[in-house]
């Protein structure tokens, strides 16, 4: 069973920044894609980002790509989101999750095994 704890998020001015961590624990997510979904209210879950379980390989959406990086650090079980020039449309709740199925790069909501409890970012105009 993996758990992971988002961290990182608050309310930040449009063009502002913010870093987001995903904390794993209860196993190694070193043979596991990670993943950045996001969720505005109302709206469905979004794909942000995945990287793949080496770290070499990143899939970044249209609407972040030049903005956000995803990042992971293997050694110490935890997968990043750094997020620039942030626009008041990136306002949600935002989750890490991890796929042990794939080894590249993942998606689809579907894809995803496990889920954190989310970390809100605001950004005010």
């Known amino acids: 069973q993996v758990q992971l704890a988002e961290s990182g998020g608050g309310l930040v001015q449009t063009r502002g920044s913010l870093r987001l961590s995903c904390a794993a624990s209860?196993?190694?997510?070193?043979?596991?894609?990670m993943g950045w979904f996001r969720q505005a209210p109302g709206k469905e879950r979004e794909f942000v980002a995945s990287?793949?379980?080496?770290?070499?390989?990143?899939l970044h959406a249209d609407s972040v790509k030049g903005r956000f990086t995803i990042s992971r650090d293997n050694a110490k079980n935890t997968v990043y989101l750094q997020m620039n020039s942030l626009k008041p449309e990136d306002t949600a709740v935002y989750y890490c999750?991890?796929?042990?199925?794939?080894?590249?790069?993942?998606?689809?909501?579907?894809?995803?095994?496990?889920w954190g409890q989310g970390t809100q970012v605001t950004v005010s105009s």
């Open positions: 209860g196993r190694s997510v070193t043979n596991y894609v």
């Open positions: 990287i793949s379980r080496s770290g070499g390989t990143t």
């Open positions: 999750a991890a796929d042990r199925a794939h080894y590249s790069a993942a998606v689809k909501v579907s894809d995803y095994d496990y």
